[in-house]
């Protein structure tokens, strides 16, 4: 299983703690700092996905569980909760081209609240596409403090490919343009890359057929 290269000071802190341990306490003592490189792997774990292919589907931007799914006149918005045992890779939605990333600071409460999405640090990036702009906001929580953004203003992405992840328990929401509707509902488990939270048109083609309704 690939890792996240995100992995690799806490590995190297590892490794170094671990042969101190070894040298004073012997070959047991290195045990509970093996346990964390375990754990440090598994969390990090960075699985190959192959998104799945149709006309304006829009995937999940997370593993986890879906926690809120609201919807207004801006559009909709999908909450998805990682726990510690949730792979932690961040990717986009749809593809596009990143029109926007902005970090905002905040607090720390825990991720699975809904005022974690207003009140927490996040951060928010803006995926223009053929059928409107998508938002991809990465939240902190009580464990999650460092947020890995690895995409800049102006860089393209394909639908499922990564952009970035969140370290140790987080939150990451998904924003649909107007018009777009969620395929999935609160309690859903999902998985990031693979699981198709709504469907989508271009633009030009939802306003020919909204016209062809009136």
């Not at 341990?21 to 969390?43: D, E, I, K, M, T």
């Not at 726990?83 to 409460?109: A, K, Q, W, Y």
């Not at 203003?153 to 987080?170: C, K, M, Y």
């Not at 939150?171 to 343009?177: A, E, M, V």
Request: proline share 7%; net charge positive; with cysteine.
């Amino acid at each position: 299983m690939p890792v996240a290269r995100q992995a690799v000071p806490f590995l190297l802190f590892l490794l170094g703690e671990g042969i101190l341990l070894r040298y004073a306490l012997g070959p047991w003592g290195a045990l509970p700092v093996a346990l964390l490189v375990l754990f440090v792997l598994f969390f990090f774990r960075d699985p190959t996905r192959i998104p799945p292919e149709g006309e304006g589907l829009v995937l999940s931007p997370a593993d986890g569980r879906i926690t809120e799914v609201r919807s207004g006149p801006g559009g909709a918005r999908i909450s998805v909760f990682l726990s510690l045992f949730d792979c932690h890779i961040n990717r986009s939605p749809v593809t596009g081209t990143v029109r926007e990333v902005f970090h905002t600071p905040g607090r720390f409460h825990p991720a699975w609240q809904g005022r974690a999405s207003q009140e927490n640090e996040r951060n928010h990036l803006v995926i223009a596409s053929e059928a409107g702009d998508y938002g991809v906001t990465q939240v902190a929580g009580v464990v999650a403090r460092r947020i890995v953004c690895t995409k800049r203003t102006g860089d393209a992405v394909r639908r499922g490919e990564r952009i970035g992840l969140i370290r140790f328990g987080s939150r990451t929401d998904l924003h649909l343009p107007p018009g777009v509707e969620p395929a999935v509902a609160v309690g859903d488990r999902v998985r990031g890359g693979l699981t198709v939270m709504a469907r989508a048109l271009p633009i030009t083609t939802r306003a020919s057929a909204g016209g062809a309704g009136a």
